[in-house]
């Protein structure tokens, strides 16, 4: 990895098939959950084969879009690797919410601009492209604090949302924020019993609230569930399911990512 923020930088090397898909993705998440403005792949000695490892590949541009919030630039692909992608590329997408109503991936290149994408992957002959257009982009200010996992996190998280929402000009977005942060750090506290990292970031007209932890088990149920050790989860995740305008759990190569979004109001 030659870079990490604002933009990261990866070389990838060797081969990317249906066999190294899944562990080649997660490696790539740990890169996007440092919450990076663009994800830039030097792929010019990669050899990308088998129809899951494509399939993969525009799924994590579509979960990069999502959250981080962040855009996945190829650079260097080969001729057979970009006509894989723009084959592959107009199939419906996983998850309805991560497109706007009517927007679907279309086959073949798509030019807008100076950009060339295809299925939400940047395309660039050179890593240097990448890197200079990803870096017009306005850096979303952010705050971080490291978390132990014990009662006083939750109220930590809290004023940390509350003086970043007042410092960046959103404090009629503070109160529902501090609600859901503390849903999202109680749960981490409860449940994965790790030290955890909560980011805050503004992007755009959203907020963007995220807490990383050491767990890899992943939640899936807003509803709540039962945990390898008989104890239930997730119901917290009721009121962030109901309050905020979208949330998700990306799996790391170190555990996990839970993240929230609120949009700030017009």
Not at 187 to 194: D, E, F, K, Q, Y
Request: glycine share 10%; with cysteine.
């Amino acid at each position: 990895m030659k870079r990490r923020l604002p933009v990261a930088v990866v070389d990838l090397y060797g081969t990317f098939d249906d066999s190294s898909a899944v562990s080649g993705v997660i490696s790539l998440r740990e890169r996007l959950a440092d919450q990076p403005m663009a994800l830039v792949l030097d792929v010019s000695h990669l050899s990308i084969a088998g129809d899951a490892a494509v399939t993969a590949l525009l799924n994590l541009a579509d979960d990069a879009a999502n959250w981080p919030g962040a855009r996945i630039a190829l650079c260097g692909a080969t001729p057979p690797v970009r006509a894989l992608l723009s084959a592959a590329a107009p199939r419906k997408p996983r998850y309805a919410g991560q497109r706007t109503a009517g927007e679907q991936r279309t086959g073949g290149e798509q030019r807008t601009g100076d950009r060339t994408s295809v299925g939400g992957l940047d395309l660039y002959d050179r890593v240097d492209d990448a890197v200079r257009v990803a870096l017009r982009l306005p850096v979303p200010p952010r705050h971080s604090v490291r978390l132990p996992p014990d009662r006083h996190a939750p109220e930590q998280a809290r004023i940390t949302v509350d003086r970043s929402c007042a410092e960046w000009g959103v404090p009629r977005l503070s109160q529902l924020a501090q609600v859901i942060v503390s849903e999202l750090v109680t749960n981490a506290v409860v449940h994965a019993r790790t030290p955890m990292e909560l980011t805050v970031r503004l992007v755009g007209t959203v907020l963007h609230l995220a807490v990383r932890d050491g767990d890899p088990r992943t939640l899936v149920d807003p509803g709540g569930g039962v945990a390898a050790d008989g104890h239930g989860y997730g119901r917290g995740l009721l009121i962030v399911d109901s309050m905020s305008d979208g949330w998700g759990c990306a799996p790391t190569g170190e555990g996990k990512v839970v993240w929230a979004r609120l949009a700030v109001p017009a």
